[in-house]
Each structure stands twice: as structure tokens, then as C-alpha cells.
DNA sequence: AAATATCTTCCACAAATGTAAAATAAAGTA
DNA sequence: TACTTTATTTTACATTTGTGGAAGATATTT
């Protein structure tokens, strides 16, 4: 898969937090909230990402509406795991406690992070191909 | 702290492999097995690092051993948390949601994980800052 | 010492990225 | 219809990244 820019990554992310087809208007409006791009970067990045495949503007009028074309746990999923990689040789655990270490993720979430593992193992073992 | 790029980050993560100050050729046998990069590709990488005090190079002779400025931990867990952040608005369930999805995070890993975590849980209560 | 092999640093250059102004087009409005 | 607003596309340009050759410095061998 191609691969995207970090600012492309965040135009990428708040279209899909939109939920839906949605114009770069309501897209800007997802990004995070200290972002000061002015209007004209936010549509080239849309149109780089247009270059890329990753969406598709439909004209409504004069206006683009943006569909995505790649789904976001595919994109993301490689992009962690090339990150995961990359950083630590494939050891979740080890991203994990470095994640840990940092204070920005807290042990109630680790806490929850289990109880979710736990009960994926248990309910999906269409999981276990290893 | 200031950002690597992703070759520049492979580098590092060899050095930090090595375990201890390592040479360039040290360095460079940890790299990922299909890298192609020529000597001066690496080297100059490494110039870039120190130009970015990631690394501190001595001269021992006339060869330079590279000594990591920064200690893994703290880089990769800030990278990590951006990560997170700008792909998952920091929801560290979808992030193992879509690790998982990819295929290359297996469920016994997933497993083992979650293990690790019950553990950490209950033997780390100095995590518990929120 | 001369020749040879190693090392590192400097320079170069294309491609990608971050950023946005200028140009163009379409739509709404007085 | 002429003016104003809003959108999009083009173009621009500095910086960073990927990549490695050329040049300079040090050591090793004959």
C-alpha cells in the first residue's frame, strides 16, 4: 500500500472520524484542535491524497464531497505494524511498556486493554492462526 | 523532543540492538536483513543523528563508536503515543484492534499480552496515575 | 616512504513534505 | 448582469529525506 505523510495521516483520520462522505469544510473541523492550516493546505493535502487513492472528491455543485477509498483499520493496522516493527522488532509487549512509561496511557487503560484481550481470546478464535 | 525520520529511526533502533556503543559496522549488521544501503548512506545518517543528539560519536583511532543519546523507552514511547494519537485519537484498543486485523499480531500473542498486562497490573500499582 | 585500504566528512541532487499564495471557476446576490 | 463570495486547482518555494559519490584524513602493508 501506498503510503502517507504524517499531515496526510491526520486529513485521512478526521475524514474517517466523520463517519461518512464528508466535505473538506467538515473535515477541517475534525482535526486536532491546535491545527492552523489555512483552507488551501488542507485541499492539497486532499488533493495529494486523491493522488494517492486514498479518497475520491464527487462534485456536489461546486463543492467536493470526499469519500475514503481504503479502510481505516486496513491503512492503520499496516501503518502500526510497520511502526511496531520498525521501532520494536515486532514486540507488542515491549511497545506496550514503553507506552506505559510515558504517563499518556494509564494503567486503568492497560486494565481495560486486558479485559478486552481477554475476551477477544475467548469469543473469537477465528483469531488463532499462529 | 526532535522528530527522526523513519531511516534515521531504523538506525537508532539498530544501535540501541547492539546493546552497548557500537561501531558503524556494528550498527549496520543489525539492520533490517534486506538493506541495501551503501557505507556512506549509513554514515551519513548517523551524521544526522549526531546533528540531532540522538547519538554522541568518539573517536577511538580513527574510527568512531556511536553511544545512543536518548534512551529507547523515551523515544519510542513518545513516537508510540503520537502514533496513537494521530491514527487512533489515543484509543489504544482500536490500535490492537487493527494490529490484530492486520494478521502479522497472532492471537497467542495477543494472549501472552494480556497476561503481561494482569501482571503489570498487579505488581505495578506505581502506574496507577489517573 | 609509497602504495593501499579504511574511515569519516562534505557535497550533491532528486523526491517528498509542509505550507500557502495566486489563479481560476462556479454560485449567489444586489 | 456585474459584483462578491466561496471552492478548487495551479504554482511556488523552502525544508527534509533518501541516497550516495567525491574528497580528505588515518591507518596498514609492502
Redesign the pocket.
Known amino acids: 500500500m501506498e503510503?502517507?505523510?504524517?499531515?496526510?495521516e491526520q486529513v485521512m483520520t478526521a475524514l474517517w472520524d466523520c463517519g461518512k462522505p464528508a466535505?473538506?469544510?467538515e473535515i477541517a473541523a475534525r482535526l486536532p484542535s491546535g491545527c492552523?492550516?489555512?483552507?488551501?493546505?488542507v485541499?492539497?493535502?486532499?488533493?495529494?491524497l486523491?493522488k494517492k487513492h486514498f479518497v475520491r472528491?464527487d462534485?456536489q455543485?461546486?463543492?467536493?464531497?470526499y469519500t475514503p477509498l481504503v479502510r481505516r483499520v486496513t491503512y492503520c493496522g499496516a501503518a502500526s505494524a510497520a511502526h511496531l516493527q520498525r521501532l520494536y522488532g515486532g514486540d507488542l509487549r515491549a511497545m506496550l511498556g514503553a507506552l506505559a512509561d510515558t504517563g499518556r496511557v494509564s494503567f486503568t487503560d492497560m486494565e481495560r486493554l486486558a479485559r478486552y484481550l481477554d475476551n477477544r481470546a475467548a469469543e473469537s478464535p477465528e483469531y488463532d492462526y499462529d
Chains 1, 2 share one sequence.
Do not use: M, Y
Not at 503510503?3 to 496526510?8: G, I, R, V
Not at 492552523?36 to 493546505?41: E, G, I, K, L, N
Not at 455543485?61 to 464531497?65: A, H, P, S
Open positions: 503510503t502517507l505523510s504524517h499531515s496526510e466535505t473538506r469544510r492552523t492550516w489555512a483552507d488551501s493546505t485541499l492539497n493535502f486532499l488533493l495529494r486523491e472528491p462534485k455543485g461546486n463543492k467536493n464531497i
